[in-house]
Nanobody, 124 residues
Framework: QVQLVESGGGSVQAGDSLRLSCAASGRTFNNYFMGWFRQAPGKDREFVAAISRSGDNTYYGDSVKGRFTISRDNAKKMVYLQMNSLKPEDTAVYYC?????????????????WGQGTQVTVSS
């Protein structure tokens, strides 16, 4: 099992950058496929990005491609989401999620472990 804690959210202006972090506990972090999702008020949870266990493969939602970068440090048990050129429509609660095993998933149902979320607010 793994526990996840996100940090790094905040309020920024359009065009600014933020870096979200997700700290994981547990001894087998590198056995987990990791993802970031977000949820805006009144909307469904949306896939943002995911990364393979080794970090060699990354996946992005269409709305963030070219602006966001996911990375991981298995030695530190950390996952990061670098968000550049932020837009007001990026405003949401951002969640870190873990999926045991190495298979690819961009659906929230594919991830059994979730953090509490961190708020990102982008104003125009």
């Amino acid at each position: 099992q793994v526990q996840l804690v996100e940090s790094g959210g905040g309020s920024v202006q359009a065009g600014d950058s933020l870096r979200l972090s997700c700290a994981a506990s547990g001894r087998t972090f590198n056995n987990y496929f990791m993802g970031w999702f977000r949820q805006a008020p009144g909307k469904d949870r949306e896939f943002v990005a995911a990364i393979s266990r080794s970090g060699d493969n990354t996946y992005y939602g269409d709305s963030v491609k070219g602006r966001f970068t996911i990375s991981r440090d298995n030695a530190k048990k950390m996952v990061y989401l670098q968000m550049n050129s932020l837009k007001p429509e990026d405003t949401a609660v951002y969640y870190c999620a873990a999926r045991p095993g190495g298979s690819y998933s961009i659906t929230s149902r594919g991830y059994p472990y979730w953090g509490q979320g961190t708020q990102v607010t982008v104003s125009s």
